[in-house]
């Protein structure tokens, strides 16, 4: 399974962002998707999820302004960033895991979204 995430970028507080994280090799239907974020100096922090079975988790520092999406079609996740805060600016990630599992096996490279103030 490889996964290719986009969409970062420099934008203002208050602004938003759509990342996208395309996979390749295995259909997204058969793995529960996952976006994490690595702020500097900080450890990666769990952001949000979407199963398989179409339940949806999110952090509280996120929740209400950003929402995870699927396509099943394309093979893509998406994450929908709005009201964006300086503290949400770090390097996001999407990540897979397969049903019936407990970690996430396959990573995308990151992409870097910064917020200014």
């Known amino acids: 399974v490889q996964l290719q995430a986009s969409g970062g970028g420099l934008v203002q507080v208050g602004g938003s962002l759509r990342l996208s994280c395309a996979v390749s090799?295995?259909?997204?239907?058969?793995?529960?998707m996952g976006w994490y974020r690595q702020a500097p100096g900080k450890e990666r922090e769990f952001i949000a999820s979407?199963?398989?079975?179409?339940?949806?988790y999110y952090a509280d520092s996120v929740k209400g302004r950003f929402t995870i999406s699927r396509d099943s079609v394309k093979n893509t996740v998406y994450l929908h960033m709005n009201s964006l805060k300086p503290e949400d600016t770090a390097v996001y990630y999407c990540a897979a895991r397969a049903l019936h599992t407990t970690t996430y096996d396959y990573w995308g490279q990151g992409t870097l979204v910064t917020v200014s103030s």
């Open positions: 090799g295995r259909t997204i239907s058969n793995y529960d």
């Open positions: 979407s199963w398989s079975g179409g339940s949806t």
